[in-house]
Structures are given as C-alpha cells and as structure tokens.
C-alpha cells in the first residue's frame, strides 16, 4: 500500500506570495490533518479535514487555509506569506482521525519563505 | 508556553548506555503517543499509551503512561547508534494532537 505523499518536497517562495501544497492520504483513509513543523516552535496542527468538512482546526492565522476533495486527497493554501511562514509542512492520514486510529505522515514540504 | 514539556531536549551518549526522556504537563490526556523522525521523513509512531500506569515495552524500548494521564517517559537500554533520531511524544487534547518539543537524541559508536 502506498504511503502518504506530499507534493512538492521543496518550494521557495517570496514575502507576499500565496502558496498551495498538496497531500495524497493512504488509500482508504478519510481523515487528513496538517501540521506545521519549525525548529523553534516543533510541530504544531493546523486544521483536520474528515470526508471534505474542516473538523478542527489549531490557532494559525486565516491566511492559512485547506480543503478537501472527494477522493479525500488535501492542499493547504498560505496566502501572503510571511518570512516567519518557512517550515516543513507535514500532512499525516488516518482511517477516521481524532486519536482513534494512527496517524501516517507523509515526507512533509519545505517551504522557504525570502 | 509549550502544553507538553519534554526533556532533555537534546541528549548525546555512547552506545550501550541507557536514558530516559520525559514528557510532562498539567493536562490530561487521553491518550499519549511517542514518535521518532529522521531528517527528511514525517514522524513515525512508535507506540500509543492510554490507560493511566500503563507500560508498554518495544524491544529494548520502555513507554509508560503516568496514573493521571499527565506525563509519560521513553526508556532506552543499551542505546545503539540506529537509535539515533528526534523523539517526540504527543497528547490527544480535545481531538487535536499536542507536541512536545522533542528529544534530538545522539548515539555515538
């Protein structure tokens, strides 16, 4: 079965721009979350996204913002970034989500904001 | 104010010894996980606690969940150089998962 994926592995961006970073959960999952991974604040989540409703979501700003379509795959979408922005964005998959089941994550995105 | 405090936050020793990294807070959780990332990778869930006093062992691995469900510790014996990789335990909260900082653990030959 294949894993979690992240497209892409690598972005730069400048101040100002908008951002958009895809996930593709494991087959059969219906449960995606996201969380943002930086050296001095670790990982924290962003939103959990269940059957295409947003079903939690942790304390980012509206910049930060996601979806999810029918086949249950995921983006997540910054817009005006700022330098504070750059991490490894990382989106992690379950059967049903919310501490029931575990959790797969995928590589993660490194998004370098200039 | 990170909601769970783990430590040490890095920890460099040689191999054959033994550790523990601890996992504190003053909130409960239901349940209590620990995982282990490598450079480039997501992390890796390497076991899930949920009964207060609850131990589980994975090979030369000790987890324990505390009696109130506030803290948790990863005991490591006879640490190898393959155990080198940052250690992060996380708390389901009102079904969102809280991080601690994590351990960046060092295993030196």
């Known amino acids: 079965k294949a894993g979690v994926t992240q497209t892409p592995r690598y972005l730069i961006k400048t101040r100002g721009q908008q951002v958009t970073l895809s996930c593709s959960p494991i087959?059969?999952?219906?449960?995606v979350s996201w969380y943002q991974q930086t050296p001095g604040q670790g990982l924290q989540f962003l939103f959990e996204y269940f059957s295409e409703t947003q079903r939690n979501k942790g304390n980012f700003p509206g910049r930060f913002s996601g979806r999810q379509f029918s086949n249950s795959r995921s983006e997540m979408n910054v817009s005006t970034l700022e330098l504070g922005d750059s991490a490894l964005y990382l989106c992690a998959s379950s059967l049903s989500g919310g501490g029931i089941d575990t959790q797969y994550f995928g590589p993660g995105t490194r998004l370098t904001v200039l | 104010t990170q909601l769970l405090e783990q430590s040490p936050q890095f920890l460099s020793i040689q191999e054959g010894e033994n550790l523990t990294v601890y996992c504190n807070s003053s909130s409960v959780f239901s349940s209590l996980q620990w995982y282990r990332q490598e450079p480039g990778e997501g992390p890796v869930l390497l076991v899930t606690v949920v009964t207060g006093g609850e131990v589980k062992k994975l090979k030369r691995l000790t987890f324990q969940f505390g009696d109130a469900r506030k803290d948790s510790s990863l005991h490591i014996t006879a640490a190898q150089p393959g155990d080198t990789g940052l250690y992060l335990c996380a708390g389901w909260i009102n079904y969102q998962l809280i991080w601690g900082a994590g351990t960046k653990l060092i295993i030196k030959p």
């Open positions: 087959s059969g999952h219906r449960s």
